[in-house]
Every structure is written in structure tokens, then in C-alpha cells.
């Protein structure tokens, strides 16, 4: 069959079959939209159904969360856990709690996951979960509650063989700790590998934390790098403030950057003397509060509920909230300025549009499959000391995390140059080696 045939009759299945998953059809189209040049090398492929057994994930679900809330009344949440593809490893990907959290965001999540756990070299396949709970305003208890009840359903389908969770919106160590300590009670066992992202005091990985944040930054600095640029002197901007936001202003700073802004989903935060590190911590993980606080802590800052931090001139930028934040206006405004690199620290921060903005004017774009795979990476290595009894220290684990970050970007210019695109093409790599890395292991396991 002919191959842009073949691919056009898998988005077509999808979207009958899959009706209403926008966030799920975006994923897939823009993985698709890159594999012709594969699959026309690889016509085994197509013959033994890669591409549609891809598209189509080998076990989800989907459960009641019931859970008590502070003034005593019931409220019920929508659980999700989407096992996608195990051709590599058990599944990995994190979990999610938002409100926003529905069937389709959570299968994109996923199918990005699989390519991304693939371009990491690391053997892990891809899954993804959460939740449409929201942690935000609500007291420690009722966190406890509905993690408690989350993982009474989700213990008996994870394990460090089979699945391991890890978080993402929503979901840091406070989630992990309460999610680790029912599947410890339910099943009597205390079995490290089955969640990462563990604190480090008890079988956490040093850098897990930092490392999507830090991975993001090594990967803006090796595209910078191929035009003779740094993060030196130069003025960034980042989206977000939570875990991938704030490490990767940490990093930025540390490489001689100077991050002028950040947001949270109610504005954003400008401090032209550069956002200071600590007190963000101190403002959202410590105090949980909103990011106008930093400006109210900080006589440099001012905060805006108007407009993004893409309005302001930068020279790089990093995305690092949310699906489809950086649009065409973001992107319009982001190549008026001059802006060199663009790297997402989320999943699929830029729309299709805005990517093909910064394509057409030759701005770095390195895709989040590629750009944040950092902290998947990190988790790996975080299940191989689990596995191994051991605790690495944090440089270790950090010198690993930058030689992944460095593979990772190395591989997506050589995979875009062999398939016939320029070095540049960060989307065609990063998709390209992804694929064929579980297209080959697919095959050789047969049709499953
Ligand atoms: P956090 O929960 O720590 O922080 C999320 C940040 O994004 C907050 O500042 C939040 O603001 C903002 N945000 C979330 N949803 C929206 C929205 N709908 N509109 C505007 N802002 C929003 O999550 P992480 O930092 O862990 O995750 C950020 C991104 O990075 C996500 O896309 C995630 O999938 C991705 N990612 C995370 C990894 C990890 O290791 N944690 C690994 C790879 C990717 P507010 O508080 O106002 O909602
Ligand atoms: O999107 C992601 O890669 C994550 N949220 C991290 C997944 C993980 O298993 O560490």
C-alpha cells in the first residue's frame, strides 16, 4: 500500500473511532505527519500494522474515585490510566490531577510518552494517568483522601514490572508519597520501583526533581550551541511555575541567563532582575500560593493578569505549563522580538501553528518529546538504583542526565539528515528515532 495512503487510513479510523479526543488527533497528527519518509524504508511496517497498533493503546482505564471532602461530603472523581505501549519496557509516564484531565488529554499524554521514553535509550515503555481532581485549595487530608482512594483501584493494575507512575501536573512528591504509602499497605510490600519521583530521604533519585527542568535548559543549550550561541547574557522567558518552570529558571541562571518572567494560569510575573529562584520555591511550594505573591514579596517584580510572558522580548523562550499555551499571537510576537530558541519544558505547549511559525523563520524548535524527556530519563535511573538497592549522589545522577540530554539532541539532527530534512528539524528527528526504536522492538515481538 501506498504509505501516505496507509497513514491517511489510520487518521481516519482514529477520528471515527476516537471522536471529540482533540488533544489526542493533534498528537498523532503531528507524530504522522513525520513518519512517511520512515515508513517508505520500512515498508514491513506497514505490511504488519506498526503505525495503527500504535495509535491504538493496549489496555485503558478508566475508574471511580470516591473520596470524603473536609465538611464531610462525598464527592467523586474520574480516574485514568492509559498503558500504551510495553514494546520497550513496562509502561512509564506520570500522573496528572487537574481539572482539565479527560480521556483525550490523557491518551495524547501517553502517545507522546511512548516516543518520548524511546528517544531516552532507556527501556521504558509509555503509559500516562491522573485525574480530573484539583489539589489546588485543598487541605493536606483531603490530598491524603484521594490519593488514598486513587490508588485502592490503581495498585491492582501497577508494578515495578507492569507500570510505573510518576507525576506531572498536580502531582508532586506530597502525591507520591501519599499514592506510595497505599500500595505499600494494600499489598504489603515495599516496592520502591513501582512510582518514581520518591522523595530522596526514602528511595527518591537525586536530580528527579530538578531534572526535567535542568534537561530542558541542556537541550536549549545544545541547538543554541550549533549556531554558536549560549544561555550566557542572554534574556529568557519561561511559562509556568511549578516543578519544570522553576528548575528551569534554576538552570538558566546557573548557565548565565537571566529569566525575566513567569506565570501560573492566573498571570504573570515580571522581575527584571532576573526571578529569584528561592523565593519562587518559597511563594509556591512552601506557601502553595498563587505567583502574584512573588511579585508582592519582590519590589523589582510586578505581576500582570493580561497577556503572556511571550509578549515580553527575549531571546529564548521556554514553555513549561500546559497543552497549547504558546499560540500564533505567542509565536507572531516571540519572532518580532528576535527570539533564537524555543524548547518545551511542557507536552505540547506550542500549537501547530506557532511551531510552523517558528519552522518558517528559522527559530530552534525543539519538540517536548525531545526537549523535556529529561525527566523520564531521570526516572529510569531512578528505578535502576530501586532495582540495584543503591543511591547514586546528585552529581552522578546529574552527569548521567546531561550525557541523555546531549544523546537525545544528537540523535534527533542525525535521524532528521538521514530522512531527508535539514539537522534543524528537531520534529522530524525527535518523531523519526522515537518510531523506530518501538517499530523495531514491535516487530520483533510479533503481532501483540
Ligand atoms: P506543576 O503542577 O508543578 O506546574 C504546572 C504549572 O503550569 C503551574 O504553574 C500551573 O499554573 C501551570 N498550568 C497548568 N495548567 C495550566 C493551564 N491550563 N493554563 C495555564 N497554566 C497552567 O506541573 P509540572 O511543572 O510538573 O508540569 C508542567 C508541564 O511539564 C506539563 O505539561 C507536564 O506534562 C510537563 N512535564 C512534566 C514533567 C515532570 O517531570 N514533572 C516531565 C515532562 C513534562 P496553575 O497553578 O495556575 O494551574
Ligand atoms: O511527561 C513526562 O515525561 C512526565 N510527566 C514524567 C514521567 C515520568 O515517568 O517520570
Known amino acids: ?12 479510523q482514529i477520528r471515527r473511532r476516537d471522536p471529540g479526543e482533540a488533544e489526542f488527533h493533534q498528537a498523532v497528527t503531528e507524530v504522522l505527519s513525520s513518519l512517511a519518509p520512515a515508513l517508505e524504508r520500512h515498508p514491513e511496517y506497514v505490511d504488519t500494522g506498526i503505525v495503527e497498533r500504535l495509535c491504538e493503546p ?15 461530603a462525598v464527592r467523586v472523581s474520574r480516574g485514568f490510566r492509559i498503558e500504551f505501549s510495553s514494546a520497550l519496557g513496562p509502561y512509564k509516564g506520570g500522573l496528572r490531577f487537574h481539572p482539565s484531565v479527560n480521556l ?3 491518551k495524547f499524554l501517553g502517545f507522546e510518552q511512548i516516543f518520548k521514553n524511546a528517544l531516552t535509550g532507556m527501556a521504558i515503555g509509555g503509559g500516562k494517568g491522573g485525574a480530573d481532581f484539583a489539589p489546588r485549595g485543598r487541605s493536606d487530608g483531603e490530598v491524603m483522601r484521594f490519593c488514598q482512594s486513587f490508588m485502592t483501584e490503581l495498585h491492582r493494575h501497577v508494578g515495578e514490572q507492569t507500570d510505573v507512575p510518576a507525576g506531572d501536573i498536580g502531582v508532586g512528591a506530597r502525591e507520591i508519597g501519599y499514592l506510595f504509602g497505599q500500595y505499600k499497605r494494600i499489598t504489603n510490600r515495599f516496592e520502591a520501583g513501582v512510582l518514581t519521583g520518591k522523595p530522596v530521604a526514602w528511595c527518591g533519585s537525586p536530580a528527579r526533581a530538578e531534572a526535567t527542568g535542568y534537561g530542558t535548559v541542556y537541550f536549549a ?5 550549533t ?6 547574557g542572554r534574556r529568557v522567558v519561561v511559562s ?33 532582575d532576573g526571578i529569584d529562584v528561592e523565593l519562587l520555591k518559597e511563594v509556591k511550594e512552601v506557601r502553595r500560593a498563587r505567583v502574584a505573591a512573588y511579585a508582592q514579596s519582590k519590589p523589582t517584580a510586578r505581576f500582570s493578569a493580561r497577556g503572556t510572558v511571550y509578549g515580553l522580548p527575549c531571546d529564548i523562550a521556554l514553555p513549561c505549563a500546559t497543552q497549547n499555551e504558546l499560540d500564533r499571537e505567542d509565536a507572531v510576537a516571540l ?11 511542557a507536552n505540547m505547549p506550542c500549537t501547530p ?6 519552522h518558517e523563520a528559522g527559530v530552534l524548535f525543539g519538540p517536548g518529546k525531545a526537549a523535556n524527556a529529561g525527566g523520564v530519563a531521570t526516572s529510569a535511573l531512578e528505578m535502576q538504583q530501586n532495582a540495584a538497592r543503591e543511591q547514586w549522589s546528585f552529581e552522578q545522577t546529574e552527569s548521567r542526565l546531561a550525557d541523555i540530554m546531549r544523546t537525545v539532541h544528537s540523535q534527533c539532527r542525525e535521524t532528521a539528515e538521514d530522512y531527508g530534512g535539514t539537522p534543524d528539524d528537531y520534529v522530524l528527528g525527535a518523531n523519526i528515532a522515537g518510531f523506530l526504536r518501538v517499530a523495531d522492538a514491535m516487530s520483533a515481538q510479533g503481532v501483540v
Not at 58 to 72: A, H, I, K, M, N
Not at 221 to 225: V, Y
Not at 335 to 345: F, I
Open 335 to 345: 519572532v518580532k522580538n528576535g527570539v533564537l530558541a524555543v524548547a518545551e519544558g
Open 227 to 232: 549556531r554558536g550561541h549560549g544561555f550566557d
Open 353 to 358: 501553528e506557532a511551531v510552523r511559525l517558528f
Open 58 to 72: 493496549e489496555r485503558q482505564l478508566t475508574f471511580r474515585v470516591p473520596w470524603v471532602d473536609d465538611d464531610g
Open 1 to 12: 500500500m501506498n504509505v501516505r495512503a496507509h497513514i491517511d487510513a489510520v487518521h481516519a
Open 221 to 225: 543549550q545544545e541547538m543554541l550551541a
Open 240 to 272: 509556568g511555575c511549578g516543578n519544570v518552570a522553576i528548575h528551569a529558571i534554576e538552570k538558566s541562571h546557573a548557565l548565565g541567563g537571566r529569566v525575566v518572567a513567569c506565570s501560573d494560569s492566573s498571570g504573570y510575573v515580571v522581575d527584571e
Open 104 to 106: 483525550g488529554i490523557v
